[in-house]
């Protein structure tokens, strides 16, 4: 062992604050992470990574048409020339490149396992072999034309391109999935002849509007296929801002097994969803009986994707079972969707489509430029050469004298004829043979044929419109490649609506039956068979009473609302019969120790209720916020000290009040507001005491009440004027006949 090192003495030792040294070793991970790790380019769609996957799979000479090589191969270059990470992660990233599963348009072409959708994992690299496909080589093409710049590679040894050429809208058409310091990106796939659509739109016109390319681009075009229920608003919003979500729904159809039933059969599922773990969740779901409707699932996919559901009963309607089963597992998923890309390979972005689209047509442009200037200097060249091959054909026989004769005929032949370096350079090297073939008319040509493409290249390097015009040329020839005629450009994912299925799907199995629900004093609960029943004859168990009692049947929702201000449901399927004295409500849901009930009906859409509290506060609440999906309820009126009090039905355009105190008063029914939870708002004005009765009523038929011997009253017109008011009077003493108890019941 050596002598171990000393510190450096004095000042030797550079003090730096901890909260400095960190915000830069962060940043600079961030920036390392969000520019060479996570986010796509913009103009060739392309992490880092499977750029220098696409790049070293060229060197490697692996074009489509070409021989494969093995995957270790190439990854072997990429990590020891360009990509100096994991060889697990280099090759996940190819594998993912090969799966048509995953890419819309793959880029690469495997030979062997690699991997499938029900998230198996691709064979070991050393028996796995691949080439690239076309997409790849339109994206490559032009790479040998100075198209783009290059950089050295991380050791210096070799060069790798900053950017691809890019001839495919491989952004928007794969998409793309990271996350980066601070930011993440997700871009679904898209159809590659709708993209170039749009992109042509653009070019014809800069300011196309986001509708107009819609009508190109209508949505997403996932390789998985599946149905898009997206509303096309929110898509446009999603394409206009570069943020939203894409709802996709499983692909399914009904298939006859005679005698009347039916299976339904699934063949294609959501993107990024994987077949094994779905059928999973939904065995997991069946043994837990959260789907009443379904009997059976099996996985009958071979090639194609294959997943049959059979129904609990033949009566049971395909759209209710899927709707049930799209609610619970991922037959329905959502696609979140960021649009965060680096543009022009530096600044992260979240953009729309129009401005995704440009980016790609200003590189396409760019590389235009660059690969007509790069055949202009090569057209140069040759010219130069072909000069002084003419030259040499006009004087054969003095050139050969001056070759022969000449210790040095370089500079010689440069003197006589007049002709550069390069042109005796190429005289001197051409052989005896090829001099005997030269013929002026051939050379003449060329010179000729190339000097016409010269002046075309210098035109179109003068004129943008001609940019633009072979920028069209050429995104119009991809189209033509990926038609939707094609089999790879035909489109997958289509588009559709959700119906409107909002049945809770245990009603399907619940038989529609007439019930009458009784409530007791003392919190217990049953249902009696039928309508009409005699309660008279009600057994109750010790000092217990009638609470309340209504008709209703087995597929109907029940609401309690008890003192405490919560709201609960029970399902009236789920109610104890009637043989017994029925079951304690506390078992049913979590009511509080002193809470009681205080109200009890079924549930009914859109019905509205006026709730109002011992210290005459109150609302108006809609059913539909009354219903409570679990057992701890709803806290639907939020009470300080007082307790609720009345829940009534809400008939009629007036409220009637009466207090302890003994004071009446109606008003308007408009005077009360109407929410979904709260405090509520005064009714009626007391020095002392609360409030005793409310009900509503319509004006026209005035105000009724019975008295204790069961006599009716009614108050109407002029009669009741003398009571009439606004909400939180004090109100004035009832008529003569009006009950003792302060009821309007009696």
């Not at 995953?102 to 050393?126: C, H, K, M, S, T």
């Not at 749009?198 to 390789?223: C, K, R, W, Y």
């Not at 029970?570 to 104890?576: E, I, R």
Request: charged share 30%; proline share 5%.
């Amino acid at each position: 062992m050596g002598k171990p090192v000393d510190p450096p003495e004095g000042t030797g030792a550079e003090v730096i604050a901890l909260r400095d040294a960190l915000e830069e070793r962060y940043l600079a991970y961030a920036l390392s992470t969000i520019m060479h790790r996570a986010l796509p380019d913009a103009r060739d769609g392309l992490k880092p990574v499977h750029r220098r996957l696409l790049f070293a799979m060229r060197m490697l000479k692996l074009d489509p048409g070409q021989a494969f090589k093995k995957c270790a191969r190439v990854v072997g270059d990429v990590i020891g020339k360009y990509h100096p990470h994991g060889d697990q992660a280099v090759y996940d990233a190819m594998v993912r490149l090969a799966q048509d599963f995953a890419q819309r348009y793959p880029l690469v072409e495997g030979q062997g396992n690699f991997g499938n959708i029900d998230g198996d994992n691709a064979a070991a690299y050393r028996y796995t072999e691949a080439r690239l496909t076309e997409v790849a080589r339109l994206i490559l093409d032009g790479i040998d034309e100075d198209a783009v710049d290059f950089r050295p590679t991380y050791n210096g040894e070799d060069e790798e391109p900053i950017v691809l050429p890019g001839a495919f809208p491989n952004l928007l058409a794969n998409g793309s999935q990271g996350i980066a310091v601070g930011m993440a990106t997700s871009i679904p796939p898209h159809n590659a002849a709708e993209l170039c659509g749009a992109a042509i739109a653009l070019i014809d016109d800069a300011n196309a509007s986001l509708e107009t390319l819609m009508s190109h681009v209508p949505g997403p075009d996932f390789p998985t296929g599946g149905i898009i229920v997206e509303p096309r608003a929110s898509l446009a919003e999603m394409y206009r801002t570069g943020r939203g979500s894409v709802r996709t729904r499983a692909r399914w159809h009904k298939e006859d097994t005679g005698r009347g039933s039916y299976v339904v059969v699934v063949t294609e599922i959501p993107y990024n969803v994987q077949k094994s773990r779905l059928i999973e969740k939904i065995a997991e779901l069946l043994n837990e009986k959260k789907l009443p409707l379904l009997a059976d699932v099996r996985d009958e996919s071979a090639e194609d994707i294959r997943i049959v559901l059979e129904p609990r009963a033949r009566t049971v309607e395909a759209e209710l079972l899927m709707e049930a089963l799209f609610k619970l597992t991922e037959l329905e998923s959502r696609f979140s969707v960021n649009m965060n890309v680096l543009i022009d390979g530096k600044v992260p972005k979240v953009v729309g489509l129009a401005e995704m689209l440009k980016a790609w047509l200003e590189h396409r442009r760019e590389v235009l430029l660059r690969r007509s200037r790069h055949r202009l200097g090569k057209i140069d060249a040759r010219l130069e050469i072909l000069g002084g091959l003419i030259i040499a054909f006009l004087n054969l026989d003095e050139v050969i004298r001056i070759i022969r004769e000449e210790d040095e005929p370089k500079p010689v032949l440069m003197k006589r004829f007049e002709i550069t370096d390069i042109q005796a350079n190429a005289i001197l090297d051409t052989r005896l043979r090829q001099l005997r073939k030269l013929e002026e008319m051939e050379l003449r040509r060329e010179h000729e044929e190339l000097t016409k493409e010269k002046a075309s290249i210098e035109a179109l390097l003068a004129s943008e419109a001609k940019q633009w015009k072979t920028v069209r040329w050429e995104i119009g020839e991809v189209a033509k490649t990926f038609s939707k005629e094609t089999p790879l450009g035909k489109r997958r994912s289509d588009f559709g609506e959700v119906g409107d299925v909002a049945v809770d799907v245990t009603e399907a199995l619940i038989e529609r039956e007439p019930i009458t629900v009784v409530v007791t004093q003392k919190g217990w609960i049953r249902a009696l068979k039928g309508h009409g029943v005699d309660l008279t004859n009600l057994q109750f168990k010790g000092d217990d009473g009638l609470a309340f009692a209504f008709p209703t049947e087995t597929t109907a929702k029940v609401l309690l609302l008890a003192s405490d201000g919560k709201a609960f449901t029970l399902d009236a399927s789920k109610l104890p019969g009637g043989r017994g004295f029925g079951e304690p409500i506390r078992l049913m849901v979590d009511l509080d120790a002193e809470a009681e009930i205080m109200a009890a009906f079924p549930y009914s859409a859109g019905a509205k209720r006026l709730v109002a509290a011992r210290d005459a506060r109150g609302f108006i609440v809609s059913e539909d916020d009354l219903v409570a999906n679990t057992r701890k309820g709803r806290q639907v009126m939020n009470l300080d000290d007082a307790r609720l009090w009345r829940v009534i039905p809400v008939e009629g355009d007036m409220v009637a009040v009466v207090g302890e105190n003994r004071k009446l008063l109606a008003f308007p029914l408009s005077e009360m507001p109407e929410m979904p939870r709260g405090k509520g708002v005064r009714i009626q004005r007391y020095k002392e005491g609360g409030l005793a009765d409310i009900k509503t009523f319509a004006a026209a038929t005035g105000l009724t009440w019975q008295d204790s011997s069961g006599r009716t009253f009614t108050l109407k017109g002029d009669d009741l004027a003398e009571w009439l008011g606004h909400r939180a009077e004090a109100g004035r003493l009832p008529p003569k006949g009006f009950p003792r108890s302060n009821r309007f019941t009696g």
